[in-house]
């Protein structure tokens, strides 16, 4: 005989007869948490929202467009969340009655509870959460700017939506029960509302059958949209809108199939996940893109430091130095990407010879694409002067809305197929996303109409209207081996230590030099985004040839530094070689670009807490909740970063002993002692997050940060500052060929 529960007992058996209960609505409530979770506690959720806010934003459309367009997939989102909990909790699944104990007393009047009001909260929850997100985001702001009125004006419609909401449900019910209007099955026509259980979707109110349809309309079609064209349509509307439209769809296909699923007792949600993981052995679908080419012959560094020096000295025969520029750019996403595209060009607008001087640029992640941008404005003959607005503009747009529609609707799809659909990758649609942006701006002010982000990589020193165009290595991460992958106009050779050559990657038949006369390319893009495949967003690249993958090159190293240290010591290596005299006098100068606002990467500044930095602050925090499980995971991450550090380190180090062996080889005195020149954020008036959208707050930010402007006014630590201003000052009086920018010593003369 079983024996009486005791009260402990009791209670636990009511709580898993209230799982039961709302078991049903389940997604609903997860896509409602996380989305509450990504747009309260996560940056680039909170830049999403500024981003729509901000008059003029960097995002590209009109304040009215982004709002009208999410606020409209917001009340779909709620309408989703609304009928799929209503419906769920009002039908009687087999064998639904035996799940639970006797309800009586509280118990009796919570479940009763949860059935009326719960679908009425889901529904009203998305206008709040989003409501809430943005008034939260006026936090993020350190004073008062244009966007504030915005921020707070829709933050409060959104909450005031939702109560709304809320209260038009209950009144709807109430004015239903009152007159009758609601038709109930004959078997309900005498019982209460809250009794009503269904036994099929006939049996549903005409309204409620209409409302469903529509949703489900609509969700299709966005669906389709997406899938035929993520950048057309995703473009139009913006990146909140398609986050808000994407959270009716997972709601409502969700509910769907938990409807399905346990009306017919099939663990439907089991099932699809284990079809997920057994497709994923045949549809990877995020290859590398390729391009046919003519040959063209690529060189040691060797050979393309005489080249280079052979033009520099005849170009510019009345300078008595010239400074050999390897720039080392740090990873960051679309914050590494602008801030480099500003840096250089500045520096290129301050001086039209600046390009010339730079040998070779060595970038990770973002600061690839803000690399592979700025040579392709050189390669294009861009007018002096228009570096640095011509390169915001390319990066200023809101690459992420296309990446996303991608990865919510058509990659998600591709995980269901058992083979792969190019079409369908997240990561192409990513890439073509800049280059359309390079198509709508390259031509502004003068420029030239072309397509160089979707042209082959190498048609950058091929084709172009200049005589020189700096080398790029764009360094991306082994999946299989780990180790470097550097996609380079230049041979990756020996001197490049444990590193690969992407162009091995690419070439079918080994045997006719392929690696060295290559005749199949990549795009641009494709370059870029082989250094920049971090996090979800982006996937793992997969090359057709030996089916091994590329990740983003921070994975490894996240400053670029170690490969430019390559370079450094080649270079070192054929200046020492040079007794002839063949080679003129050049000074080698490191160009370190930092993006990390905390200034920490590069070990120059301590580590600031402010209010524009406080969460990333917080990541380099000890702590102890589950330290055993989260720990490994925390490291990974942390050497990341010591990684970078160690790098810039070594070569701030190598580049004064650099100075030191190359002037008394070419018989001169006076090395220079200062270090690389080195450029950085910091903590800023708005948060400058990851991702790949910027707000107009932290796009005027960095614009103001190459002049020292727009800093938190919470440094008062002088090692927290930045010197840009004089960086760039000292730059461009090397350019010059002067011994006192160069040397900083008068006695520096040419042998």
């Known amino acids: 005989m079983a024996s009486t529960p005791n009260k402990f007992e009791s209670f636990v058996w009511h709580l898993r007869d209230l799982y039961h209960e709302l078991r049903p609505c389940r997604f609903a409530i997860i896509v409602t948490a996380v989305a509450a979770l990504i ?12 981003a729509m806010a901000e008059p003029g934003s960097a995002a590209g459309l009109p304040n009215w467009v982004r709002w009208s367009a999410c606020y409209s997939a917001l009340l779909l989102w709620c309408m989703a969340n609304w009928y799929s909990a209503r419906v769920l909790l009002y039908f009687d699944f087999p064998a639904e009655a035996r799940s639970h104990p006797r309800r009586t007393g ?4 919570i479940h009763e509870w949860v059935r009326a009001q719960l679908p009425r909260i889901l529904g009203a929850a998305p206008m709040w959460v989003v409501g809430a997100s943005l008034l939260n985001a006026l936090r993020t702001y350190e004073r008062a700017t244009s966007a504030w009125p915005w921020l707070l004006g829709f933050g409060i419609l959104c909450v005031v939506s939702g109560f709304a909401i809320w209260g038009a449900l209950i009144i709807r019910r109430r004015i239903l029960d009152a007159s009758g209007a609601a038709v109930l099955p004959e078997r309900h026509r005498t019982a209460k509302s809250l009794d009503v259980r269904y036994q099929s979707l ?21 669906f389709v949209a997406f899938s035929i064209h993520p950048l057309f349509f995703a473009d139009k509307i913006g990146t909140g809108a398609v986050l808000m439209l994407a959270a009716a769809s997972w709601v409502f296909a969700g509910s769907a199939l938990v409807y399905w699923g346990s009306w017919r007792r099939l663990p439907i949600i089991t099932f699809l996940v284990l079809r997920v993981a057994l497709c994923s052995l045949n549809n990877d679908n995020h290859r590398v893109r390729t391009l046919p080419r003519a040959k063209l012959e690529r060189v040691p560094i060797k050979k393309a430091l005489a080249e280079w020096d052979t033009y520099i000295t005849h170009k510019y025969a009345n300078r008595p130095f010239h400074p050999l520029f390897i720039v080392a750019t740090e990873g960051g996403g679309i914050r590494a990407a602008y801030w480099t595209a500003t840096v250089l060009g500045k520096l290129q607008d301050g001086d039209p010879s600046f390009a010339d001087h730079i040998f070779a640029i060595s970038g990770v992640s973002g600061g690839s694409v803000g690399a592979a ?13 228009e570096f640095e607005r011509r390169g915001q503009e390319i990066l200023g747009v809101d690459f992420l809305s296309p990446a996303m529609a991608a990865m919510l609707y058509p990659d998600f799809l591709q995980r269901f197929i058992p083979f792969p659909v190019p079409y369908f990758d997240r990561g192409s649609w990513l890439e073509k996303s800049w280059e359309k942006a390079w198509r709508e701006t390259a031509a502004k002010g003068g420029g030239k109409m072309s397509n160089r982000l979707a042209e082959p990589f190498l048609d950058l020193w091929q084709k ?6 700096p080398a790029l290595f764009l360094n991306g991460t082994s999946v299989e081996v ?17 590193a690969e050559d992407a162009a091995d990657k690419l070439s079918p038949e080994k045997q006719h030099d392929e690696r060295r006369h290559p005749q199949i390319d990549v795009p641009l893009s494709t370059a870029a985004h082989n250094s920049a495949r971090f996090t979800y967003v982006s996937p793992a690249g997969r090359f057709d040839e030996d089916g091994t993958h590329v990740v983003d090159g921070g994975y490894f190293e996240n400053s670029g530094a170690a490969t430019a240290l390559d370079i450094l010591r080649e270079v070192e290596t054929e200046l020492c070689r040079d007794k002839s005299g063949s080679l003129g006098v050049v000074v080698p100068r490191i160009i370190m670009i930092s993006n990390d606002p905390l200034g920490i990467a590069s070990g120059s500044r301590k580590m600031s ?5 406080l969460r990333e602050a917080k990541q380099h925090k000890p702590g102890t909740f589950l330290v055993d499980i989260l720990a490994p995971l925390q490291t990974l991450f942390s050497t990341r970063e010591a990684h970078g550090s160690y790098s810039q380190k070594e070569i701030t180090l190598e580049q004064q002993n650099v100075c030191e062996r190359v002037a008394y080889s070419i018989g001169v005195s006076g090395a220079d002692q200062q270090g690389p020149y080195f450029f950085s954020l910091a903590p800023a008036t708005v948060p400058l997050p990851l991702g790949w959208m910027l707000s107009n707050g932290a796009a005027k930010a960095m614009q103001d940060e190459i002049y020292d402007k727009g800093l938190s006014s919470s440094i008062t630590n002088p090692s927290t500052r930045i010197w840009n201003k004089a960086g760039t000052t000292r730059v461009l009086e090397s350019l010059g060929g002067t011994a006192t920018a160069l040397g900083n010593d008068p006695n520096l003369k040419p042998r």
Request: glycine share 6%; charged share 25%; aromatic share 6%.
């Open 106 to 109: 509280v118990w009796k009047s």
């Open 482 to 498: 780990g180790n470097r992958l550097i996609a380079s106009n230049l041979l990756i050779d020996n001197n490049f230590l444990d």
């Open 373 to 385: 941008v700025f040579d392709a404005l050189v390669a294009d003959g861009t007018k002096p002067g």
């Open 609 to 613: 807490q402010t209010k524009s930095t």
């Open 39 to 50: 747009f309260l506690r996560v940056d680039e959720g909170t830049e999403v929202l500024r």
């Open 464 to 469: 172009k209207s200049v005589d020189y165009v």
């Open 202 to 222: 006939s049996e549903l109110e005409p309204g409620t059958k209409r409302a469903l349809l529509l949703i489900a309309v609509l969700c299709v079609v966005a």
